[in-house]
């Protein structure tokens, strides 16, 4: 059973619109909350993540919203742009644990048209 | 600066065959890992190691064995290959057990 669950699990946005990834998860251990940014042929880079001490963090044109009661999360790129196209993965660790206790989503292949 | 290297890139492999893949880091990483990515499942743990000489089980270790010779270098090994095991392979390492892990390339198994 997959302890954090992804949707889309694909997304095809056009340049300049807003791309949109949901996470939930239930393990209520989980408080680190990375995404990751995965092109053809590469492995998984860290994008960007969040601690639940704060509903949300921005880098650039990517931010994270994070709803603890809800225990979901969601990466939000705005202006969206063809170089985005890649497959992100939510992901869910606990601090207390280590990353062997990670936990990722499925994935979401995203499609930015020019 | 290399940082994690995977080989080989890619594998084809007959059912009950074996095989290993390496993975190599030049940062001096205690802790590495091995991933096996499938459709609709994400990066799944096989089995993973906390430094030199150690290993230990992940969420999905079954059919696969894994050893740590060197610090730098992680083995993951199939004694006798099955079409389940045809996946993308990840290996990555990471500082300590709590810092950001680094990610290989990847390696694509198929099991015919």
């Known amino acids: 059973q997959q302890q954090v669950k992804q949707s889309p699990q694909s997304l095809i946005v056009q340049k300049g619109g807003i791309s949109i990834i949901n996470c939930a998860y239930e393990?209520?251990?989980?408080?680190?909350f990375p995404w990751y940014q995965q092109f053809p042929g590469k492995g998984p880079a860290l994008l960007i993540a969040?601690?639940?001490?704060?509903s949300e963090k921005k880098e650039g044109r990517f931010t994270i919203s994070f709803n603890k009661s809800a225990k979901q999360f969601s990466l939000h790129i705005m202006d969206s742009q063809p170089g985005d196209s890649a497959t992100y993965f939510c992901?869910?660790?606990?601090?207390?644990?280590?990353?062997?206790?990670?936990?990722f989503g499925a994935g979401t292949r995203l499609t930015v048209k020019p | 600066n290399a940082g994690v290297t995977q080989t080989p890139k890619f594998r084809v492999l007959k059912t009950g065959q074996s095989m290993t893949l390496l993975c190599a880091q030049d940062?001096?990483?205690?802790?590495m890992y091995w991933y096996r990515q499938d459709p609709g499942m994400g990066l799944r743990l096989i089995h993973y190691?906390?430094?030199?000489?150690?290993?230990a089980k992940g969420e999905v270790p079954d059919g696969y064995n894994v050893s740590r010779l060197k610090k730098q270098n992680f083995l993951l090994g199939l004694e006798s290959a099955a079409p389940s095991q045809t996946s993308v392979y990840f290996c990555?390492?990471?500082?300590?057990?709590?810092?950001?892990?680094?990610f290989g390339q990847g390696t694509r198994l198929t099991v015919v």
């Open positions: 990555a390492s990471s500082y300590d057990r709590n810092t950001e892990a680094f």
């Open positions: 393990n209520t251990a989980f408080d680190y």
């Open positions: 969040i601690r639940p001490d704060v």
């Open positions: 992901a869910a660790f606990p601090s207390l644990g280590g990353w062997d206790d990670m936990r």
């Open positions: 940062m001096n990483h205690e802790y």
């Open positions: 190691s906390v430094g030199e000489g150690t290993t």
